[in-house]
């Protein structure tokens, strides 16, 4: 089984432009965590709801000016509708995240998320597995 069997296409996107206002709101309208950003018809990265809590609110930045740009993860792990399920659960674990892009060359075609990976034949340990990996914590970004 691949990516292209689980994919959800109609993801929404926003411009890099956008702030983080417009994108919070969007979150909350489509009841999602993550939010691809697109540029030109290319995936230029990724905008969590982690991400504007620990990037945005924490450093004291005003999202209703504050843009997605500044704040996205950029290059982020990707995925493409031939890849396997059991490949995607890996690279969920390695980069400890819970949704990945899909992508056709440079251009977004779709998004995956953990839940997706239950499809699977062995859908609880696959998940399990990966979501054990991804919560493990990691070593804490702390000032100096």
Avoid: C, H
């Avoid at 411009?15 to 018809?41: H, K």
Wanted: aromatic share 2%; charged share 25%.
């Amino acid at each position: 089984m691949s990516i292209r069997d689980i994919v959800t296409t109609n993801v929404q996107t926003v411009d890099p432009d956008a702030t983080i206002f417009e994108v919070a709101q969007l979150m909350r309208d489509v009841d999602t965590g993550v939010v691809p950003v697109v540029s030109g018809g290319l995936l230029a990265g990724v905008l969590t709801d982690r991400d504007i809590v620990v990037r945005v609110i924490a450093d004291g930045a005003d999202p209703r000016t504050a843009r997605v740009n500044d704040y996205m993860t950029r290059n982020p792990t990707t995925v493409t509708l031939d890849t396997g399920i059991q490949q995607a659960a890996q690279l969920m674990q390695r980069d400890q995240v819970r949704r990945l892009p899909v992508v056709q060359g440079p251009e977004l075609v779709g998004i995956i998320s953990i839940g997706d990976l239950a499809v699977d034949t062995d859908k609880d340990r696959l998940v399990g597995d990966t979501l054990e990996e991804i919560s493990r914590p990691a070593a804490p970004d702390l000032p100096s």
